[in-house]
C-alpha cells in the first residue's frame, strides 16, 4: 500500500509542476491515472523500499516526466517499476515494458561488439584504425588535411576515448550535420559517410593516447570497424552477438522523427527548440529534430526497457558458464588506462576512469568493483550500473533538464550507487518473476 502510496504522489505531483498547475478537471483525470497505474503495480519488496521511496523523491524534484528502474541479478529482474508519464497529453503511464532512448549507454553495448569480434580472433585491440577500415567506403582517401597522426590510432584507443578527437577543441561532428552537409554541397542531414571523411580529413586536437577525452564519434567508427569486420550491419551484429546472449530481445535501433515512434516507446520532453536536420528553415523540438538519430547508431542510437538494460549489465559477471564475455575480455574492459587517462600528474591512479566501454571504479575497503555509464540526449536521461557481484540496475527517463541540473540521472548518480551499495539485493533464489503488463 505505501508504495502504491508513493507512486500515485509521485505520478501527481509531477504533472502537476510541469504543468505549471492544473484545474480542476486536469487534476480529476491526472489523480484516475495515478491510481490506475498504482494498483497496477505489484508490492514493493522490503529491500527495494528505500530505491523506491529515493527515486520517487527525486522525480518529483526535478519534475522528469517519467521514468523506468530495473534491478538484475545474474539475469534476474528482481525489481522493475514505472513512474509517471509515457505521455503525458495521453495520460499513459510509463510501464516497465516501456522502451527509451538509452543514449550513451550504447557505448557499452558497442564496445561489447567489438570485444566479440576480438574473442574470435577477427579483430585485436591494438590494430590500427586505418588497417582496419582498409577498403571501406567509410575511409575516405588520403589527402593533404589528413592528420598523420590518424595512422597511430588503434581499436583499444576508440573504446577508451583516447584517440584524438576534443569536442571541446573541435566540436562534435555527431551533432554538427546541418553544417557538414551544407559546406559539401548537400542536402541535411549529413550521411555518416560524409560525417566521417570530413572529419578523418581534419587535423586531431591530440595525439592519440596521450590523453582521455569523450568521444561521440570515436563510437561512430567503432560502429564502422564492426559492420567492416563482420560483414554485418551494425544493429543486426550487436542484436545477435551482444544483446540474444544476454537474453535482451526487446531493444532496437531508434528513429528521431514522431511518426517513427516505436511500439511501446515514451514520448521525450524538452524545452529547448532548433533547426531541423531535416528542413533547417523549420524549428522543432530538439528531440525530435534537433539532431540525427539514425546516425547516432554505434553511440547513442539505442532503445530499450529498463530491464533488458540491467539484464544486459548482468551479463558481464553471470555465472561462469553464463557470462557474456570471456575472463580476459573482462579484464581488459577494466584494466586502467597508462598516462593521463589513468593517472594524476603526480602519478596517483585516479579514482575512477574510463575502461572499453565503461566508466571503472575500482573495488576497495570492502567494496567490489563496479562500472557505470551514462547517458544524454535532449529529452533523454539514461544510467547503467554493473557491480562485480552479478547485480545491475538501469534507470531510464524522458526527459533530462530541470531547473536544478542539466542532466538528471547525472546528478542523482552518486546519491543512488552510495544508496545501492547499502542495499542488500536477494540471490535469484528467492527472486520473483518479473512483473507482468496489466
Known amino acids: 500500500m505505501l508504495a502504491a502510496f508513493r507512486l500515485a504522489t509521485f505520478s501527481l505531483i509531477g504533472v502537476i509542476a510541469l504543468a505549471g498547475g492544473a484545474t480542476g478537471e486536469s487534476l480529476h483525470a491526472t489523480s484516475e491515472a495515478s491510481e490506475d497505474a498504482a494498483a497496477n503495480t505489484p508490492p514493493t519488496p522490503e529491500w527495494a523500499a528505500p530505491l523506491e521511496e529515493f527515486l520517487a523523491a527525486q522525480l518529483a524534484k ?16 528482481l525489481y522493475a517499476r514505472g513512474f509517471g508519464y509515457a505521455d503525458q497529453e495521453l495520460r499513459q503511464p510509463v510501464r516497465p515494458a516501456s522502451r527509451f532512448r538509452i543514449a550513451s ?3 557499452p553495448l558497442t564496445a561489447t561488439a567489438v570485444l566479440r569480434l576480438v574473442e574470435a580472433g577477427e579483430l585485436n585491440l591494438e590494430s ?55 559546406a559539401l554541397g548537400k542536402t541535411p542531414p549529413a550521411t555518416l559517410k560524409d560525417t566521417i571523411h570530413s572529419t578523418l580529413s581534419r587535423p586531431l586536437d591530440f595525439a592519440p593516447g596521450e590523453r582521455y577525452c569523450y568521444s561521440n564519434f570515436g563510437y561512430c567508427l567503432l560502429g564502422r ?16 552477438r551482444v544483446l540474444a546472449p544476454a537474453g535482451v530481445t526487446d531493444a532496437q535501433l531508434g528513429r528521431t522523427l514522431p511518426r517513427f515512434r516505436a511500439e511501446r516507446e515514451v514520448k521525450y520532453y524538452d524545452p529547448g527548440y532548433g533547426p531541423s536536420v531535416f528542413a533547417a528553415e523549420r524549428r522543432v523540438a530538439k528531440p ?9 547508431d554505434a553511440h547513442g542510437g539505442w532503445i530499450a526497457t529498463a530491464s533488458d538494460m540491467a539484464r ?10 553464463e557470462s557474456l564475455l570471456s575472463a580476459s575480455s573482462l579484464t581488459a574492459t577494466t584494466e586502467r588506462p597508462g598516462g593521463a587517462a589513468g593517472y594524476t600528474p603526480q602519478g596517483e591512479p585516479t579514482p575512477n576512469f574510463y575502461g572499453l566501454g565503461w566508466r571503472v571504479i575500482p573495488g576497495g575497503d570492502g567494496e567490489g568493483l563496479r562500472m557505470n555509464h551514462l547517458g544524454s540526449l535532449s529529452g533523454a536521461s539514461s544510467l547503467l550500473v ?4 552479478g547485480v545491475s540496475y538501469a534507470l531510464l527517463c524522458n526527459s533530462r533538464k530541470s531547473e536544478f541540473t542539466w ?8 546519491e543512488l550507487m552510495e544508496l545501492m551499495q547499502r542495499t542488500t539485493v536477494p540471490s535469484q533464489a528467492g527472486a520473483a518473476s518479473e512483473p507482468t503488463e496489466p
Request: net charge negative.
Open 288 to 296: 525530435y529534430g534537433a539532431w540525427n538519430l539514425e546516425a547516432m
Open 225 to 240: 570497424v564492426i559492420e567492416h569486420t563482420s560483414g554485418m550491419a551494425y544493429g543486426d551484429f550487436v542484436q545477435q
Open 386 to 389: 554493473c557491480q562485480s557481484d
Open 105 to 107: 549507454l550504447s557505448k
Open 62 to 77: 526535478h519534475q522528469i516526466p517519467g521514468a523506468s528502474v530495473a534491478v538484475v541479478r545474474q539475469g534476474v529482474v
Open 128 to 182: 590500427k584504425l586505418l588497417d582496419v577500415l582498409q577498403g571501406s567506403a567509410f575511409l575516405p582517401a588520403e589527402g593533404p588535411g589528413r592528420d598523420e597522426r590518424l595512422s597511430e590510432v588503434t581499436i583499444r584507443h576508440l573504446l577508451q576515448h583516447r584517440a584524438g578527437w576534443d569536442r571541446g577543441v573541435s566540436g562534435d561532428p555527431m551533432f554538427d550535420s546541418i553544417r557538414i552537409a551544407t
Open 312 to 321: 544486459y549489465g548482468s551479463a558481464y559477471y553471470g555465472k561462469p558458464d
Open 407 to 414: 542532466h538528471f540521472c547525472d546528478a542523482i548518480l552518486p
